[in-house]
């Protein structure tokens, strides 16, 4: 055979043996194994929840602050670790960036590692470590690798560095300032050097801001050490009211009385206080040239502000603690407050004054009374204007105008619930104004009057009057124009409370009426609100039909068309429901909504773990099942769970959502009509729970806060919309 036909299948035999040396230098699927159990494991950068480390298949992505272990057992076996790093071990380890090398973790997981070229395939190293920038080798500061039929290197890097919090408190809850650092976690790494801030909060303790710089390779400690409060000082104060007062008392105004003193008696404790007590108890502010940092400095800056912010929420926590007996009065006070003015009332009233309406075509026919009832600016002034059937009318003018007795009048009132009104912030009078129906009694029989109540300009102008009065009318006239309006909109009827609506989404419909609202009965007008949490595929949608200069990015951890919008703070929240022509719900609306007429806080009967499953997303069924199923991991779908009864889905759990309201820790009002939350305050009610949260932290009626500028993959929202904006199509 001629040499010359032969010579290109000799330059091919390299070639093939070189792909078949690539092939042996990578790592199929099936090489790992899943059920093999750790050997050799003292002395490992690695350490494990249980004893016995079992052989898992790798997934990915690698999650945060989670060390991986790829070790080999033989040559087409590797078993495939997941656990905690011990930090000493793990500071001995040679470290690789990966971004650096311009490799991904995906594509280094299944390449053979060697400490030289001079290895063949199958003597790669036997222990590597991963994380999700980094490699580790136990035994060698340079690693090589084979591709493309060429030896190439990994070169070693400086090792990144750990930030760990050190805390005894069982519930401490900590929160990262740094994007970099994702968490929940008391142990962070693999971490850059750098300014690292962190704020610590835990149940029944002043919350802080603490900032440390880590350098490389090392490891930076928070210890965090709450500050201790000594709140036996609350004994000290001058109290003239006590809780066994409270107790006893068995009027609606021998409570108002007991009330006043109180509020004066906190006037006067409040300005006792000694803040320099707190100064000195509390964490200083450190100084930028102890960090190595300026004042102008962005992470210094950064600092300062979250410092005052949380300074300022434990001084108000601190006041709280000092004032301990103060908060237990106050407390009981509302609730006796709350018990009496949620009864109806029935007020026996001599009317002041009796005039006639004369028959228009008969003057000596009278057609109807106005009786005028109290006196100006005493509890109870009001002018009634009416007819009673089924007695003389000029009979009865005569006998209420002689003043014998015979007849009894009574003010019936629908709750004996005066308005309290304020003038320059010092309260001028509390008057009666819900009144209903006035009766009028002569011996054992009993007549009612048929008319209207007129209230003075005094009374009637205060904002919880007005809002009543609408209520009160609207109520009326609901069932003859909400049924008229409603039959204008094609997609919505008599048998429905649900409308597809073609830029705002599907909502639901919400009658009037009224519930429990944080210890008194209060109502609610009509609105209508999202069905679920705020979609990512709505969120794109809504922000694809703005101009460009309007929009703002999507930054949702956890993607997917049906997962809740998270990482969204409240402002931006916020503009996404006024570009919808709605808003956010106020807490008032929110919990109404969610709790559906119904006084419990949860939509089960037991808090049995199986129960709660069908209706929330929380930590048992997304959080904590991490290790055991990562596609559950986080928040889920929305309305993959059951509704509450008015159909509204994740009421409790998925993601905590943000309402309209401001958050304030005491609270000395709560209107009766559509309340707003505290004028004071500058943190934002949260409410709903997430799928971080526990059993007990999903009941509607618990309420959370957070700085408004926050945002964090368990927080969304949902907006709501008024009704005409709904049904009738109003523009935004």
Known sequence: ??????????MLIPALAMADDDRNFKLLPDNFKVGGVLEHASNMAIAFDNSVAISQEPVFPLKANRLYLRQKKSVKEYLWFVGNLKIEDYNRLHAFNLKENHLSVREVVGLRLYASRQYKAFQDEADIYFDSEYIYSSRVGKLMFMKNGKWQTIKECPHPGVVEIKSDEKNLDVVSYSPSLKGPSNLFYPVKEGVYTFAFNAPDQLPYVDIGKLKTGEKLVFNVKFPEVDSSAASQFNLSVTRENVQATKTLEETESLYDAFTADVDKNVQRIDTMEFSNLYPKLKQADSLGLTLTSPD????????????????????????????????????????LQKLPVQINEKPVSVKAIKNANDSTKVD???????????????????????????????ELSSGDGSFITTL???NNKPVWAYKEGALVG?????FDKLAFRKGDVLYIGKGEFILPDYVSQETEVRDWLKFKKDATLSAKTDSTAIKKNSQ????SKFIEHADRGVVAVIDSGSFRYRGKVVSMSPFAIHTTEVTQEFFKKIMGTLDSTLRFE???VFKGPKKPVQNINWDKAQYFCKTLGGDLPTEAQWEYAGRAGSNDGVLWSSFDLFTVNKYAVFAENSLNVRKKDSTAYGPHDVATKLPNAWGLYDMSGNVAEWTRDNYFAITFKVEDSNPTGSYLGTDKVLKGGSWKSKVDDLNMTARDDEDPRYWSDFIGFRCVFPLNRIIQGDKK
Do not use: C
Request: glycine share 4%.
């Open 1 to 10: 055979m001629n040499i010359s036909r032969l010579l290109p299948l000799l």
């Open 300 to 339: 210094y800056r950064n600092y300062v502000q979250r410092y005052n912010l949380k300074r300022d929420e434990a001084r108000s926590l601190w006041r709280s603690k000092k004032l301990g007996e103060v908060n237990l009065i106050f407390k009981a006070l509302h609730a006796k407050l709350d018990s």
């Open 368 to 398: 109807s009374l106005i009786i005028q009832f109290g006196a100006p600016n005493a509890r109870v002034n009001v002018t009634w204007k009416g007819v009673v059937e089924g007695y003389p009318m000029d009979s009865l003018l005569t």
């Open 412 to 414: 019936m009132l629908v």
């Open 430 to 434: 509390r008057f009666h104004y819900r």
């Open 492 to 495: 919505f009827d008599s048998t």
């Open 554 to 556: 999507d930054r949702s």
